[in-house]
T-cell receptor, first 113, second 110 residues
Framework: GENVEQHPSTLSVQEGDSAVIKCTYS??????FPWYKQELGKGPQLIID?????GEKKDQRIAVTLNKTAKHFSLHITETQPEDSAVYFC????????????FGQGTILTVHP | DADVTQTPRNRITKTGKRIMLECSQT?????MYWYRQDPGLGLRLIYY???????NKGEISDGYSVSRQAQAKFSLSLESAIPNQTALYFC?????????FGPGTRLTVL
């Protein structure tokens, strides 16, 4: 089955700096890559996703890049703010899994004011 | 009101006890999932259901069972709880790719 590795496990940045979280996946058939943000005491919530026919996608301060050849994808957060502090999960989905997601291990992002 | 609700939100129980965690959704989605979250291990799939008559094991189903009572309700049971089942449990629903998570149940098994 699919395996997703996520790094780093923790990331600490100063407000205004950029943050990058990286994930690799094992199954070349994977074609959907979402990123979820989990705030303290809440369930994860989708913040951005990308499909395998696209190399990059942006939404205001967040962007995701995908390298299908290397089987890795990354989340980029620019101009970080304290409210970006959360746990971030990457995930991957293969078409034959009918919507099942395989998640990475999570990254605890802390943005210091 | 929240689209995906979980009860209870917190539960402390003892080894050997039977526990049921409940999930309800008002989103009208057919697909429902149960995950467990442990520090450093991410979210791991326990069971999933694509409709009321469809139940499937996930990657860590041993020690757990589920019941899909209706489209809107999906329950997770621990028949005989053990300490290494102490974790945060999430229910989720989906229509297509995006999954919508409940607020979680923190379960402690002593």
């Amino acid at each position: 089955g699919e395996n997703v590795e996520q790094h780093p496990s923790t990331l600490s940045v100063q407000e205004g700096d950029s943050a990058v979280i990286k994930c690799t996946y094992s199954d070349s058939a994977s074609n959907y890559f979402p990123w979820y943000k989990q705030e303290l005491g809440k369930g994860p919530q989708l913040i951005i996703d990308i499909r395998s026919n696209v190399g990059e996608k942006k939404d205001q301060r967040i962007a995701v890049t995908l390298n299908k050849t290397a089987k890795h994808f990354s989340l980029h957060i620019t101009e970080t703010q304290p409210e970006d502090s959360a746990v971030y999960f990457c995930a991957a989905n293969i078409p034959t899994s009918y919507g099942k997601l395989t998640f990475g291990q999570g990254t605890i992002l802390t943005v210091h004011p | 009101d929240a689209d995906v609700t979980q009860t209870p939100r917190n539960r402390i129980t003892k080894t050997g006890k039977r526990i049921m965690l409940e999930c309800s959704q008002t989103k009208g989605h057919d697909r429902m999932y149960w995950y467990r979250q442990d520090p450093g291990l991410g979210l791991r799939l326990i069971y999933y259901s694509f409709d009321v008559k469809d139940i499937n094991k996930g990657e860590i189903s041993d020690g757990y069972s589920v019941s899909r009572q209706a489209q809107a309700k999906f329950s997770l049971s621990l028949e005989s709880a053990i300490p290494n089942q102490t974790a945060l449990y999430f229910c989720a629903t989906s229509e297509l790719n995006e999954q919508f998570f409940g607020p979680g149940t923190r379960l402690t098994v002593l």
